[in-house]
């Protein structure tokens, strides 16, 4: 299965733009790309996913590079609220069922 | 909606006891999953289903067991517990590339 590689660690000061990086070398054609959060002692929540072009909603924008070996999760403005652990995570389909390949994440720590 | 529940919330088990981790969704989804997480990791499947009487192992399958008897409920079964299975255990369901986890169950075996 296709995995992912991240930073273990990032920082970044409150209201800034922080730019979080996604390496997925092995991506098949069909896989699409998630980002997931997971706050301290809670189950991960969705911030967004793609395929191919880039994408935004209220909470983040991702950008995706044009052969697809990796991709960079946009938080605009960080906020206090935003530190957690993100996940860049592929979903896989496989005889029709789909499955989610987690790696270990980016700890974001955002400074006041 | 209550999205996905999961019960107990913590729980203490002893080498070699078993015990059912239980969650359901009120979202109607077809697709529920398992996971575990250690310490500082990611989330490894255990086990996933696709529909009512349908499922399949993940990556970390030994040493559990689950069923899928309805849409709502996907239980899931530890036999023989053993200090490996520590960990903290979600469960999700998946509607439109969305997973949607609960809270999770954090187990500990000693």
């Known amino acids: 299965d296709a995995k992912t590689t991240q930073p273990n660690s990032m920082e970044s000061n409150e209201e800034e733009p922080v730019h979080l990086p996604c390496n997925h070398s092995t991506i098949s054609g069909t896989d699409y790309i998630h980002w997931y959060r997971q706050l301290p002692s809670q189950g991960p929540e969705y911030v967004i996913h793609?395929?191919?072009s880039n994408v935004n909603n209220r909470m983040a924008s991702l950008a995706i590079a044009e052969d697809r070996k990796s991709s960079t999760l946009i938080l605009h403005r960080a906020t206090l609220r935003d530190a957690a652990v993100y996940y860049c995570i592929l979903s896989v389909t496989t005889s029709g069922t789909y499955k989610y390949i987690f790696g270990t994440g980016t700890r974001l720590k955002v400074l006041a | 909606n209550a999205g996905v529940t999961q019960t107990p919330k913590f729980r203490i088990l002893k080498i070699g006891q078993s015990m059912t981790l239980q969650c359901t969704q009120d979202?109607?989804?077809?697709?529920m999953y398992w996971y575990r997480q250690d310490p500082g990791m990611g989330l490894k499947l255990i086990y996933y289903?696709?529909?009512?009487?349908?499922?399949d192992k993940g990556e970390v399958p030994n040493g559990y067991n689950v069923s899928r008897s309805t849409t709502e409920d996907f239980p899931l079964r530890l036999e023989l517990a053993a200090p490996s299975q520590t960990s903290v255990y979600f469960c999700?369901?998946?509607?439109?590339?969305?997973?949607?986890f609960g809270p999770g169950t954090r187990l500990t075996v000693l």
């Open positions: 793609g395929l191919t």
């Open positions: 289903s696709v529909g009512a009487g349908i499922t």
């Open positions: 979202m109607n989804h077809n697709y």
């Open positions: 999700a369901s998946n509607r439109a590339d969305t997973q949607y």
